[in-house]
C-alpha cells in the first residue's frame, strides 16, 4: 500500500489550497479513505472521511470550508480548502484502513500566514 500525498504551500489567510493523495497497492474503490492533519505541537487529527459510497464527514473545525473527494477511476483523493486560517497550518496525511492495518502518506505541509 501506498499513499502520496501533495499539493501543499505557503498561503494567505482566506485562500485556498487543493490536496491529492495517489493510492496504489490495494482497491481503492471499496476503501474508506481519510485526510488527517498534525499541528506543531498538537495531537494528530481527523479532519475529513469518505466512504466507497462517498458518504462524507468532517471535522466541525472545517465544515462549511474544505471538500473531500475521490476520484476511483485515477486512485486518488482530494482535500479542496478553501477560507483558510492560521489555524489549519499543519502537516496533511491521507490514511486507509486495508487488511487490517492503518496506512499513511509521508504528508504534505500547509503554511496559513499573512
Known amino acids: 500500500v501506498q499513499l502520496q500525498a501533495s499539493g501543499g504551500g505557503s498561503v494567505q489567510p482566506g485562500g485556498s489550497l487543493r490536496l491529492s493523495c495517489v493510492a496504489s497497492g490495494f482497491v481503492f474503490s471499496i476503501n474508506k479513505m481519510d485526510w488527517y492533519r498534525q499541528a506543531p505541537g498538537k495531537q494528530r487529527e481527523l479532519v475529513a472521511t469518505?466512504?466507497?459510497?462517498?458518504?462524507?464527514n468532517y471535522a466541525d473545525s472545517v465544515k462549511g470550508r474544505f471538500t473531500i473527494s475521490r476520484d476511483n477511476a485515477k486512485n486518488t483523493l482530494y482535500l479542496q480548502m478553501n477560507s483558510l486560517k492560521l489555524e489549519d497550518t499543519a502537516v496533511y496525511y491521507c490514511?486507509?484502513?486495508?487488511?487490517?492495518?492503518?496506512?499513511w502518506g509521508k504528508g504534505t505541509l500547509v503554511t496559513v500566514s499573512s
Open positions: 490514511a486507509t484502513l486495508s487488511g487490517g492495518m492503518d496506512y
Open positions: 469518505i466512504t466507497s459510497t462517498s458518504t462524507t
